[in-house]
């Protein structure tokens, strides 16, 4: 079993590709399979019902816990198999997003269990065992990301591949499980409104609406109902967020590190205010405008066509800022001139790849739109704000990736450790004329230190000190008996580092802003308010059935987009 | 614009982590919009005609042409930008496939042209401009892969990766815009059946059928348009195969590689006889049934059963053959041990990709059939063909892919070079009886040598050769002096020689007879033997249109797995 593991660095050994190969082809037949019966169901296919997916999902949710038994007793029993840990991975703030989501995914799976018991009549029992069961998924799951995020499994390589790859899919089938319900219910959602706006000519047949028979007990039926479409969006983040955590874990599986030191960076409010305050109050404002939005669209045409307007301004505003706030932090990187770091890091590629994947999503739709607004016969008035609003949604996420992804391949900033060595070195060295300008050579070309230079720097020093002669051996005493010389350096040193901290904090302050504003965002597709249904223009143009697939297979990539660029974003604000 | 290719090699520097963003989403919001059009066109949209799509196709191949001029230009110019090769990519074999697919290619556009020139009263000019421009694109693109395939950019890398990546997503559109002539080919064909087995129930519309004027050239017309859709199959794997490539391109800029000496393996048909019979065997009798099945296919009721079974059975057949031999391959990798060479290649890393994500396409086509015989409420005997036939589907796929991804990460072999290398070493040491156990150590562990522990041996004995005295001076006269050493010797290599030597030949045997199964495999769906419209089951089951959407999707990957897989153990059995 542990063949691989003595195999040497440059060449990996055959088992271990093998079981890559092995469990990735096993986990993309088990999410096939899972993915046809959702289909299945959701195109009401003959003699598969519900329940056959519901029992599929709990068969695999409950392989998952007995493997995460497995596995958290053999490392408790066995600490000594898994020393490596990849620090990049499960950042604390990732383990805290997944544990706020989680927490709210157990409230859902409690008001399931209400809303089973309150319909139990007509409702088969796997709809009952699936929330138990979720439920019991989800904490054990939390527990182990908690414990083993940052894991670097090197020995019995094939169970643990097949575990962990078994996981990730099973994540990714609750995930399109979520999808595809939340999907259902807004399409309801959006045929009742066009109904009640006289648009009876659409064959409308409300899909998956209620149950066939009626509630025991009124009024906690409909808080239910309701609470558990509030909920989803959470639960839907919820396992996506460790569907990627797990997907980290299976990619480190049998990876050589380097260790080399992690600064810990905690976040910090001190410095960001004024990106904060912007943030907070785009947060507000689109709070109240999907609260307006919700109210008011489908109640008639005149109300419907006002709060399109509305949404569309507040949204045209609000990316105008963000991509205004993203070339400024990209023109600032062009300023300086530091090194990307290219080491392996399965947790960063990851990050990048959802990035510009999941923003395909939402181009989709955008280029749906502006297609669509090209090629209409009529276009009321309020469509015409689409076409900004398209064009700068894709503009937008284009500049955010960029941002993003240059952001976490910079190299962690060690200009201040190093200042402090070259502070001492050259303060060594007893003579301040002859050092001067070569600061002014360091700080004028460059604000932070290119660290391919310093070291050279700080040798050349080094060099040029030793051969003073005896100047090596006076240096405490130097340190304190040149004050002048002293003064004069460090007066330099914070003229030109206060540049570089200027730049550091409107950095900072971008990514809390941008941060924010992505959180804004998106609340907005997540409970709900979806322009792109009440619009009516893109159906027009492509019809109803063939935009509303669109709409279902793109929205959900669109979304989380949103909270994953958030979680970047954050990570950013954290390491600039 | 040079800017980065100063940096060191460990950092990147951060244009060209910029550029690499920046492209691939320019490239991905190319290829987005056109697949919207495509779509559109698809659905029937309203205010968006074929022309529409055809214009834009031109426009893209247009500015991919005159890049290429451009990109032609610099380099016969510039000659010294453009040192590095990789040696990897562009195979010659790859090379001339593309060029016969490519000169297909070039009969459809004819073909294309004269069916313009029948029907150009009632045809928009752009169905004329559109294959002229495409066969002045398929010339120059041929010419370009030919002479740049290897290429890595180092310098202007700006401009190449928008130029690369726009070549890239221009090939995948035509792919598309292929993929979606054909299927829409295969559905009419598939209703005409139903109509002519009665079943008028089904809302049938034909799509695209025929111009709506009279063909000013009868006899040619019909040659035209029927040829078109036979040659449409190559035409799809032209693009992909195109695109592929030039993917590796766009990887390639930039990259620092190692050069290290690749050694060139031509294709032999020597030792590969049995495995060239049987495959052949395979070939013809799949040509037979695909004929025959299509002459059937749709007459009658029972003439359909008959060629869906015959069908069924055949391909049973020759699936577990393959299953048996992948068996016997990945058998005899498990008793050798080599290392795998996991150092950076681009192009094999897509290879790898390419075939488990293409798998997935029919994998998801299976997966239907299981579903939908599990659940199916009637069962006529010739369906539960289909289950067999749908897992061997997956099971085949499974193990081709373990075969093939481990065969192209083994490293070269270097045994033969290490056999002569230890038999000067030994020969020179001048005692016999002291060498033959550590030889027999040697070989009786593992049939080749394993590359990690030689260099160790063979520094042992030229210790142990050194320790000896004089035995170093006279090693030429006594490979001349001692005849029965040396034969004793050759004698031990050749018995254990014979014995990788057979396992060798087994292996090339296994990969040329999966090479044409694999090709054989290609024929029938490229050329419409689509049972999974035939069969009838699925449709009913999950409803006429879901079941056609998915198969419309998942079917071109399936196709070009084929093909992919194909064009891999090629690959592999010239390595082998």
Chains 1, 2 share one sequence.
Not at 238 to 256: C, D, E, P, Q
Request: proline residues 3%.
């Amino acid at each position: 079993m542990e063949k691989g593991s003595g195999s040497p660095a440059a060449g990996g050994s055959c088992p271990q590709k093998n079981a890559e190969i092995l469990s990735s082809q096993y986990g993309i037949n088990l999410f096939l399979a899972g993915l046809l019966l959702t289909f299945a169901w959701a195109v009401h296919a003959v003699g598969i019902s519900k329940s056959h997916l519901l029992s599929y999902l709990i068969t695999l949710m409950f392989i998952q816990l007995l493997w995460m038994l497995w596995y958290l007793c053999r490392s408790c029993t066995q600490r000594r198999l898994i020393r490596d840990k990849d620090t990049h991975a499960g950042a604390r703030w990732l383990k805290c997003g997944i544990t706020l989501f989680a927490v709210i995914t157990l409230i859902l799976d409690s008001f399931k269990v209400g809303y089973y018991i309150d319909f139990s009549n007509c409702l088969s029992p796997t709809e009952g065992i699936f929330p138990v069961t979720h439920a019991a998924h989800t904490i054990l799951q939390v527990y182990f990301l908690w414990c083993h995020a940052k894991d670097i499994i090197q020995s019995f390589k094939t169970l643990e591949r097949f575990g962990v790859i078994h996981s990730v899919f099973t994540n990714l089938l609750l995930w399109t499980n979520g999808v595809l319900t939340e999907s259902k219910h807004q399409l309801n959602e959006h045929k009742e409104r066009l109904i009640t706006l006289g648009f009876g000519n659409i064959t409308i047949v409300l899909d998956d609406h209620a149950p066939q028979c009626n509630c025991t007990t009124t009024t906690l039926c409909s808080i239910f109902s309701q609470g558990i479409y509030y909920l989803y969006p959470f639960n839907i983040e919820y396992h996506i967020l460790a569907s990627t955590m797990l997907y980290v874990l299976w990619k480190n599986i049998g990876r050589k590190v380097e260790h080399h030191q992690q600064h810990k960076t905690p976040f910090k409010f001190h410095g960001i205010t004024v990106g904060m305050i912007f943030g907070l109050t785009v947060l507000t404002s689109t709070i109240a405008v999907v609260v307006v939005y919700l109210i008011q669209i489908g109640r008639s045409k005149v109300k419907s066509e006002l709060a399109l307007t509305m949404f569309y301004l507040h949204a045209i505003f609000v990316l105008a800022l963000m991509c205004t706030a993203g070339v400024v932090a990209l023109l600032i990187y062009r300023l300086e001139d530091r090194s990307l770091d290219n080491s392996k890091n399965p947790a960063r590629k990851l990050d990048a790849e959802l990035l510009v994947g999941t923003a395909a999503g939402s181009w989709l739709l955008s280029w749906g739109s502006i297609l669509a607004i090209i090629c209409a016969q009529a276009h009321p008035k309020y469509t015409w704000y689409n076409l900004p609003y398209s064009v700068l949604v894709i503009i937008e996420k284009y500049i955010q990736n960029l941002f993003i992804i240059e952001s976490i391949h910079r190299e962690q900033e060690k200009a201040n450790d190093d200042i402090k060595t070259l502070r001492i070195v050259t303060i060594s060295r007893g003579s301040t004329l002859s050092l001067t300008p070569s600061y002014k050579e360091i700080y004028n070309g460059r604000a932070t230190c290119d660290i391919g230079e310093l070291p050279c720097l700080v040798s050349s020093s080094i060099c040029a000190r030793e051969s003073d002669g005896g100047g090596s051996a006076n240096e405490e005493t130097n340190q304190g008996n040149s004050p002048v010389m002293r003064s004069a350096s460090e007066f330099s040193f914070h003229s030109r580092s206060s540049v570089a901290d200027n730049k550091r904090r409107i950095l900072k302050n971008i990514a809390a802003f941008l941060f924010l504003c992505n959180l804004s965002l998106w609340i907005p597709p997540a409970f709900g308010c979806r322009p792109e249904y009440d619009n009516g223009l893109e159906e027009i143009v492509f019809g109803f059935e063939p935009w509303i697939i669109v709409v279902n297979l793109a929205m959900p990539f669109s979304i989380f987009y949103r909270m994953h660029s958030a979680a970047s974003l954050f990570e950013v604000n954290c390491k600039t």
